[in-house]
């Protein structure tokens, strides 16, 4: 699946989580998540690092623990490239 093709997926996943979950915390795609880092190129401490996340949180996430709305918006602006990696590093 390429780059872009996986973005879109990942998006369209975080949005119907958001319409079907109002408030708490969101269940992302986990294998997207996964296949989004790895077509990065980047480890895991890497790849959210850069949402304010640790290693062993994102590791969770990747396996189906609940993404939390914060970081469920930061990534859905991410993979739309509405943010980009100079945003989210301060």
Not at 27 to 39: C, G, N, T, Y
Not at 51 to 80: C, D, K, M, W
Request: hydrophobic share 40%; with cysteine.
């Amino acid at each position: 699946m390429g780059n872009e093709m996986m973005c879109d997926a990942l998006a369209a996943e975080l949005e119907a989580q958001q319409a079907a979950q109002a408030g708490g915390a969101q269940r992302s795609a986990p294998h997207e998540l996964r296949r989004l880092r790895i077509a990065k190129r980047e480890s895991q401490e890497k790849f959210w690092s850069r949402f304010g996340v640790t290693q062993s949180s994102g590791s969770r996430f990747e396996t189906g623990l609940a993404v939390p709305p914060p970081v469920a918006i930061l990534l859905r602006l991410y993979v739309n490239g509405r943010v980009s990696d100079g945003d989210l590093l301060a």
